[in-house]
């Protein structure tokens, strides 16, 4: 499918998918060294001029967000196109998700062989999603991804890389997330660091989960922010970033104090 990146807007499919049958104009199985080896060059590259000062993560969207995308045609406020092939046609719902899954697999294991250290999969829209629709449709693709990656790498004798799950908000999946064989489970803003310690047990790396727009606040109350988060996460199995991506419009300084502040610690 054609994806345009277009500034101020972000990714938008033209000619998005609208029934089953538009399923058939998908090209599979996709040769990911042809379609996409220009990531892989671009990481090798990255991988060498950091010249081990910092570990390189590789990612993906995960297969309902990647959906979402194709069925929207990009970005929107309902997802309600989406979701409505989920209701309307779940077994061809499950069938592009395959696909999907398919791709992710051999994308973040090519992703690995380029020199990525970790892997890290974004399900940023399960927020969209109730438990019900979660648990049929998302989290076995989920699942699947990372068994399915670490048994390649392994097959391909590659270094098995810690890979992270983040689906915001899914609250209501973290045990099951946690479960999913992920070494790190990342936190959106919303949930308690705490809580989410003694739902996930002490086996599992926690990520997260400062808001991101904390970084629009004055610099001494970013700074007791950070201190508070960092408090309630401990030090053991954690991971400190924040709950949601980057905003455009943010101080890279703002970004400074965050991370010295976490370093003071």
């Known amino acids: 499918m054609v994806v345009e990146m277009r500034p101020g807007v972000g990714p938008v499919l ?12 998908l090209q599979h199985p996709v040769d990911v060294n042809a379609t996409l080896g220009y990531v892989f060059k671009a990481i090798t590259l990255t991988r060498h001029r950091l010249e081990g000062k910092v570990p390189l993560i590789g990612f993906s969207g995960a297969p309902w967000t990647l959906m979402g995308y194709m069925i929207e045609g990009g970005g929107t406020k309902t997802m309600s196109k989406a979701k409505a092939w989920l209701y309307q046609y779940p077994e061809a719902s499950k069938e592009l998700l395959q696909l999907l899954t398919d791709v992710t697999v051999d994308y973040l294991v090519g992703q690995v062989q380029a020199g990525a250290q970790l892997l890290q999969l974004f399900e940023s829209n399960a927020d969209f999603l109730g438990p019900a629709l979660f648990y049929q449709f998302a989290l076995p693709a989920i699942a699947e991804i990372n068994q399915r990656v670490k048994d390649k790498c ?7 890389v810690p890979m992270t799950i983040f689906a915001k908000g899914a609250h209501y999946a973290l045990e099951e997330l946690s479960k999913c064989g992920y070494d790190v489970v990342s936190l959106d803003w919303t949930l308690d660091p705490e809580q989410s310690r003694q739902r996930v047990g002490p086996n ?14 004055p610099n001494v109350s970013l700074e007791r922010e950070v201190k508070e988060m960092v408090k309630k996460f401990g030090k053991k199995r954690y991971i400190a970033n924040l ?8 101080d890279p300084e703002s970004v400074r104090i965050f991370i010295d502040t976490i370093h003071s610690f």
Do not use: V
């Not at 033209?14 to 104009?25: K, S």
């Open 154 to 160: 392994k097959q391909l004798k590659l270094e098995i």
């Open 204 to 217: 599992i790396t926690l990520q997260g989960n400062l808001d991101p727009c904390a970084l629009y606040a």
């Open 243 to 250: 709950g949601h991506g980057i905003y455009p419009d943010m």
């Open 14 to 25: 033209p000619e998005p998918l609208e029934t089953p049958t538009d399923l058939q104009r």
